[in-house]
């Protein structure tokens, strides 16, 4: 049984980067033709993907951030992260990591946004971005 935790501060000031740690057990994050992503549900939106790193270390992100997420992994402690800089109020939400979706790739869809793309999740964390 593959279980995820994501780990980082719960509170973020504007303009400073978010940063989130998932740690990985039961599975590997190089298994072969696994993905990793992190996903995000903010106050009245709907489910967000924002990016995943594949088995092989390729990451790949959500066009609509505008270049501000970085995805990168530890495969020596069986992590990956997640950094968002330039951080509003808007990206206050409970920010998930999960195994998925399959066959991840540079093309993006609409439907990495649905649970149904991502076998395990971890319990989610709650990140609030105020000064």
């Known amino acids: 049984q593959v279980q995820l935790q994501e780990s980082g501060p719960g509170l973020v000031k504007p303009s400073q980067t978010l940063s989130l740690t998932c740690t990985v057990s039961?599975?590997?994050?190089?298994?072969?033709?696994?993905?990793w992503s992190w996903i995000r549900q903010s106050p009245g939106k709907g489910l967000e993907w924002l990016g995943g790193?594949?088995?092989?270390?390729?990451?790949f992100y959500n066009p609509s951030l505008n270049r501000r997420t970085s995805i990168t992994r530890d495969t020596s402690k069986n992590q990956f992260s997640l950094q968002l800089i330039s951080v509003t109020p808007e990206d206050t939400g409970v920010y998930y990591c999960?195994?998925?979706?399959?066959?991840?790739?540079?093309?993006?869809?609409?439907?990495?946004?649905?649970?149904?793309?991502?076998?395990?999740r971890g319990q989610g964390t709650q990140v609030t971005v105020s000064s």
């Open positions: 999960a195994r998925g979706p399959p066959k991840l790739s540079s093309r993006y869809s609409i439907g990495y946004n649905s649970w149904t793309m991502y076998a395990y």
């Open positions: 790193i594949r088995f092989d270390g390729s990451p």
């Open positions: 039961g599975g590997s994050i190089m298994a072969g033709d696994s993905a």
